[in-house]
Structure formats: C-alpha cells, structure tokens
C-alpha cells in the first residue's frame, strides 16, 4: 500500500508535473505541460458521475486536489483511470510505455494468486521497469540521485514478498489505516491523547458486548446480507410497468400474458448493485450512473458464413441496462412445463466496444447505439463505469474492474447478523 501506491505513483505524478523536489527533467522531456494536467484533473473529477458508487469514493481532482488523494484513490487512479487519462498526453510515447508497465505490475501484485511462472515474470518485468526508470528520471546523474529513493529499490522485493508472505491482499495495511481512521476523531485532548485513543476503544468493545449479550443486533445499522435487497431497493423494484410478451426465448407467444419491468438488481455472493436507466430517471439524478454492465454472449464467429458450421465463441459486450424483465411463464404441456416458470430478462442499449473486454486493453465508444437486445439476465457478468476523454473528438472509455485482482473495499463486519431475509429481485 505505502510502496506502490502512496510513495511511487506519488512520486511519478510529481514528476509528470514537474514538482518533484525542485527538479526539472534534465535531458528528458517527461513533464506533461501545466493546461493538460488541468484537463486530466477536470476528466478525473467529472468520472466520479458515471464511475458507480460501488468502486469506491469519488475522486478528487488530481491536479487542483491531489493533496485529498487516500491510498485507495490512488490505486484507482493509477490502475483504471490513468490508462485513459494519460494516454497521448505525454510528449515522446515511451514515458506512457513505461507507465503501463507499472500499471501492469500493480495489476498483478494484487491478484488473489500466484503462480510460479507468473512470479519468475513479475520478478523479470519489474526488474526492466526499475532499469527503464533509471534511465528516464534517474539519467545517472549525481545531481538527480533525489528520483531513486529507496521506494524504487523496494519495488525489486515485491515478488520475494509475495513468495515469503502470500499475495499482498492477504496482509497490506488498509485494515489497519482505516481502523486508525476511525480512531482520530476521538482524539478530543492535546494532552492526552493516548486517553482519548483508550477511551475509544473501550467503548466500541463495550457496545459490541452489549449488542452480543442482549442480542441487539438486528436494531443496530448492522450490515446486511449482500444478496438481499434493501427496503429502498424492495420498494425500487416494487413499481413495475406493465409490458405486453410478444415472444420469448421459450418458443410461446402471448398478447393476454403480462411481465413486469423492474429497475434494480443486485449480483449475488456480495456483488454490485446495478441500478437500470429506468431506475435512474425515476427522480434519482443526482445519484451516481450504474446502469452500464459488462455481460457475455456466445457469439457465432461464423454468423457471416451462412453455409459454415457454427462455431460459438464466448463473447465480451457492453451496454446501458434499461430494465429487467420479470416474466412468468404458463404450465406448457407441449415442452413438459408442468409448473410455472420464472424467466428474468435485462433489456440493454448496446454499446459498440468491437468485442474488447476492458479488463485486458482499453476499449472505447463513441455513444450508445440504437440497437437494443433482450439477453437472460444471468449473462450480466458486472457493472461498469465510463470516462469521458478528449476535447475535439470526445468518447467514452470503460472502466471495467471485473478482473482478477482484490479491490480495498472496506466493510464493518463487527455487527454483522446471520439474519434470515427473504428478497425478491
């Protein structure tokens, strides 16, 4: 956390803006020009509209802000804003070269796991990165040794770290920061501060013993189970819009036969809350845009061959979810459906990404398209964020961080309840 994220990448944007220890970039040309860092400070503080309130705080404006920057803004920025932001920004392509291998290595050092292989990489990637630093800021010069501080060398350790210790999510220090956090504001004496800090505690360990032995939890703003909608996402979802099924997946048409159109939806096992483009006009403007989901399809990579043999193909799309259909499907004795079923549709505006998956490369669009598909709402695999980016020819990057690595979610677990809640979508 303090080594990548609060030193390094701090260090690098002070270089950039040429405000790192009075220096000034020597032989190089590094230093991106004072009128684009306020266009990159304004693009990162407007993301935080269409960016969802599920990955984290909005972020403050790096150029006019970045004193308010916490180690969680700036793993965010540095690993799915700066991607966009920074691209052609700088003067010569190398300098934005060798910042995607940082971005690189720090997607990777907060994955969950680890191979062999995948370490002796890391190790080899790390290691041109640190050379290609010294070359660039460093320049072998005695008067520009402030630009290698030990925070670089420390990089080289991170995959013997990982070896001896596990992978860094496992034991990085954001618990502790947020926990320390919480304990600054009880500090009410100059004098005796330590007090103050015991006093804190005391009483958070007393309430919790009283909520435990009196079994209070459920009149605590405990937190809830994930996968149960709240009562604001219930009532949400209870304004249905009446819908006439023309056809369905099933093969059965119907002009009598009714669905219902709901508005959110929550991904199970703790996932994101996806709140529709019908959800976000019903008067919630103000609230941050999740309407935009990551989904998969298997697509017909033949489908412009008609006499070729199929050959599906696992597909990445993405797209503005509209509404979720809740349909009921009758008893059909003709395809053995002795009860009724229950079908769930998502209804998305498709946005035309070329089928790249902005987990692995960055991918843009220039705006929704006007083509709509009814898609099983299972095949919603997360939900997304946009950036604006550019001035003359404006499009839309997507921040998707569906990939492999841990996020600094934090979460208050001591009041967490076993409760049993029944929820509908």
């Known amino acids: 956390m303090h080594l990548c994220l609060e030193n390094h990448s701090k260090n690098l944007v002070a270089l950039w803006q040429g405000k790192y220890k009075?220096?000034?970039?020597?032989?190089?040309?590094?230093?991106?020009?004072?009128?684009?860092?306020?266009?990159?400070?304004?693009?990162?503080?407007?993301?935080?509209?269409?960016?969802?309130?599920?990955?984290?705080?909005?972020?403050?404006?790096?150029?006019?802000?970045?004193?308010?920057?916490?180690?969680?803004?700036?793993?965010?920025?540095?690993?799915?804003i700066a991607p966009y932001l920074l691209r052609n920004?700088?003067?010569?392509?190398?300098?934005?070269?060798?910042?995607?291998?940082?971005?690189?290595?720090?997607?990777?050092?907060?994955?969950?796991?680890?191979?062999?292989?995948?370490?002796?990489?890391?190790?080899?990637?790390?290691?041109?990165?640190?050379k290609e630093y010294e070359?660039?800021?460093?320049?072998?010069?005695?008067?520009?040794?402030?630009?290698?501080?030990?925070?670089?060398?420390?990089?080289?350790?991170?995959?013997?770290?990982?070896?001896?210790?596990?992978?860094?999510?496992?034991?990085?220090?954001?618990?502790?920061?947020?926990?320390?956090?919480?304990?600054?504001?009880?500090?009410?004496?100059?004098?005796?501060?330590?007090?103050?800090l015991a006093l804190r505690q005391f009483q958070a360990?007393?309430?919790?013993?009283?909520?435990?032995?009196?079994?209070?939890?459920e009149l605590m703003p405990a937190r809830r189970d994930m996968n149960v909608p709240s009562l604001h996402e219930k009532r949400s979802l209870s304004i249905r819009r009446p819908l006439s099924v023309a056809q369905s997946s099933h093969g059965w048409v119907s002009s009598h036969k009714r669905c219902h159109a709901g508005g959110k939806?929550?991904?199970?096992?703790?996932?994101?809350l996806i709140r529709g483009a019908v959800a976000q006009e019903n008067g919630q403007r103000s609230i941050r845009d999740a309407s935009f989901v990551h989904y998969e399809l298997f697509a017909d990579a033949n489908a412009h061959r008609p006499r070729a043999k199929e050959d599906f193909v696992r597909t990445v799309y993405y797209g503005r979810l509209e509404y979720i259909l809740h349909c009921t499907i009758p008893p059909n004795p003709i395809s053995n459906n002795s009860e009724p079923e229950t079908i769930l549709f998502a209804v998305i505006t498709t946005c035309d990404t070329q089928g790249r998956d902005a987990t692995l490369e960055l991918t843009y669009f220039k705006t929704v398209t006007s083509y709509i598909e009814i898609v099983d709402l299972a095949?919603?695999?997360?939900?997304?964020?946009?950036?604006?980016?550019?001035?003359?020819?404006?499009?839309?990057?997507?921040?998707?961080?569906?990939?492999?690595?841990?996020?600094?979610?934090?979460?208050?677990?001591s009041l967490a309840t076993n409760m049993s809640q029944q929820g509908e979508l």
């Open 265 to 272: 939806v929550r991904i199970g096992n703790g996932g994101d």
């Open 135 to 196: 070359i660039i800021y460093y320049q072998f010069s005695a008067q520009r040794l402030p630009t290698c501080p030990l925070t670089l060398h420390a990089l080289l350790h991170i995959p013997y770290d990982i070896r001896n210790n596990g992978p860094p999510c496992n034991n990085w220090t954001f618990i502790m920061e947020r926990w320390c956090g919480s304990l600054l504001p009880a500090i009410k004496s100059r004098k005796e501060p330590f007090a103050c």
């Open 22 to 80: 009075g220096l000034d970039e020597g032989s190089e040309s590094y230093r991106i020009p004072d009128n684009v860092w306020e266009r990159i400070g304004l693009e990162t503080a407007l993301a935080g509209n269409t960016i969802p309130s599920s990955f984290g705080c909005r972020t403050p404006n790096i150029w006019t802000e970045k004193h308010l920057f916490t180690a969680e803004d700036w793993a965010f920025w540095m690993i799915h």
């Open 379 to 413: 095949s919603i695999c997360a939900v997304v964020g946009r950036i604006r980016v550019g001035t003359t020819e404006p499009q839309w990057a997507i921040v998707d961080r569906s990939g492999s690595w841990a996020r600094t979610v934090f979460t208050d677990d």
């Open 205 to 217: 360990a007393q309430l919790f013993e009283v909520i435990n032995r009196y079994n209070l939890a």
């Open 89 to 130: 920004r700088f003067n010569r392509p190398k300098y934005y070269r060798h910042f995607k291998k940082f971005n690189s290595i720090l997607k990777r050092t907060v994955q969950y796991s680890f191979t062999e292989q995948g370490l002796d990489e890391l190790e080899q990637d790390i290691v041109e990165y640190v």
